[in-house]
């Protein structure tokens, strides 16, 4: 890109991100530092991959997977520990619309709960309130989502076949940098800083 940025509509803009090599936070941050009016396509677009990505490798990775969840099982029951540590991720089972009408629920922006699905916050920093409410939503306990959130962020498995450079996890934000950062409304803001312990 050049170091102006021609205004363009928003079907250009969003081509533009989608061929982008990664589709991670930092490039979904600059496309919604240099184009602000297309902010909720962008963000929308961005989920619309990611969702696509993880199941785009779960079709071509169906038969490794029940391999490899068979040798899990077998290794499990040798060792005994049939209720293993095994951190599941609550948000797999949204599709993109669940996931958008999740966000609605909590009143909160797509971007921020991104970032919270992708560990992409200091899990040590969320308020235990906020952390409640995400696992009523989710159908999980509050210790599940605790400890998913708590687990060291990763990235997405699409994006290591996808990318032309070596995809790096990025650093973890704070609650309120997030509250700060994430295209929220004062309300908003107000609402999720009232949920701090």
């Not at 040798?78 to 009143?107: C, E, H, W, Y």
């Not at 909160?108 to 009523?136: G, K």
Request: hydrophobic share 45%.
């Amino acid at each position: 890109m050049s170091a102006e940025y021609p205004r363009l509509d928003e079907e250009e803009v969003l081509l533009a991100f989608s061929v982008e090599p990664t589709h991670d936070s930092a490039t979904l941050e600059h496309y919604l530092s240099q184009y602000p009016e297309h902010t909720q396509a962008l963000v929308d677009c961005s989920i619309e991959l990611m969702m696509n990505a993880s199941r785009a490798d779960e079709d071509v990775q169906v038969s490794s997977d029940q391999l490899v969840e068979q040798a899990w099982r077998q290794f499990q029951a040798a060792m005994g520990s049939a209720q293993s540590s095994v951190i599941a991720n609550p948000f797999a089972q949204l599709t993109p619309t669940a996931f958008k009408s999740m966000a609605k629920r909590l009143d909160i922006s797509n971007l921020f709960l991104i970032r919270v699905r992708e560990r992409a916050i200091d899990a040590a920093t969320i308020p235990r309130r906020l952390v409640q409410r995400l696992a009523a939503e989710l159908g999980a306990t509050a210790d599940a989502v605790s400890a998913y959130l708590g687990s060291p962020p990763s990235i997405a498995s699409g994006q290591s076949f996808r990318s032309n450079v070596k995809p790096a996890v990025a650093a973890q934000i704070s609650f309120e940098q997030a509250v700060e950062t994430s295209q929220l409304k004062p309300a908003q803001k107000e609402a999720l800083r009232a949920l701090r312990d």
